[in-house]
């Protein structure tokens, strides 16, 4: 069945580092792919989405990039910030309007 | 304004007890979802309604029970309450129809159930 897959964590850096976290899915037919952001105590929030194979998605400094040959959708930032720090889930919704969350990795940021 | 809105926040009862969590959006979406989410994150589809009309219905004890009374709200109401309920559940809403931009979920804040 369909299913995403992400690292896991918890991830520590150090502010101003680089940060990867990889994501990897199986999916029939297109699905979109969505990386959301979920702050302490609050839901989560969309950061960003890719809705067909080589689209970059892109927010605050963060980016992806829907990859159909190796069905990956890495989320990268050149430098981390403290503000950075939450939990994040990558995504996906499949063509018959199912959602499929990864377990999510936590990440903090020290300064 | 508050996109996805669910009261109450917090809920702490007993077990054996009934309870209901509800949710509301004013962002004009036509579906609705409830989520579970465990003490390690992990976040479980319950059950989606599109225009009142349940959609996706996940294994989920039927002491669960959704209650769309138009597109805007979808309450959740737990009958029998156990201590595995214990976790935050979180509704969330989306168009249905996938746009050329793709769709995305909009998430209320959260009610953290405690039962005892």
Redesign the interface.
């Known amino acids: 069945g369909d299913s995403v897959t992400q690292m896991e964590g918890p991830v520590t850096l150090s502010e101003e580092a680089c940060l990867t976290i990889n994501c990897t899915y199986t999916a029939t037919g297109y699905p ?1 792919l ?1 990386w ?1 952001v ?1 702050y302490p105590g ?5 950061l960003l ?3 067909k194979a080589d689209d970059k998605g892109s927010n605050k400094g963060f980016e992806a990039t829907y990859r159909k040959e190796t069905t990956s959708f890495h989320l990268e930032k050149g430098s981390v910030q403290v503000s950075d720090s939450a ?1 994040y ?1 990558c995504a996906l ?1 499949t063509s018959y ?5 990864g ?2 990795t ?1 990440l903090s940021v020290i300064p | 304004d508050t996109a ?1 809105s669910q009261t109450p926040k917090y809920l702490v009862t007993q077990m054996g007890n009934d309870k209901s969590i509800k949710c509301e959006q004013n962002l004009g979406h036509d ?1 609705m ?1 409830w989520y579970k989410q465990d003490s ?4 479980k ?1 319950m059950f ?1 309604y ?1 225009n009142k009309e349940l ?2 219905n996940e294994t989920v004890p039927n002491r669960f029970s959704p209650k769309s009374p138009d597109k805007a709200h979808l309450n959740l109401h737990i009958n029998s309450l156990e201590l595995g309920d214990s976790a935050v559940y ?1 509704c ?1 809403s989306s168009h ?1 129809v ?1 746009r ?11 009610t953290r159930l405690t039962v005892t």
């Open positions: 979109s969505f959301y979920q609050e839901g989560l929030q969309l989405k890719a809705t939990v889930f919704k309007d199912k959602v499929i969350f377990p999510g936590s | 996805v579906t979802y390690k994150k992990f976040l589809i989606s599109n959609i996706i979180f969330a249905r996938v050329v931009a793709g769709y995305e979920q909009y998430f209320g804040p959260g």
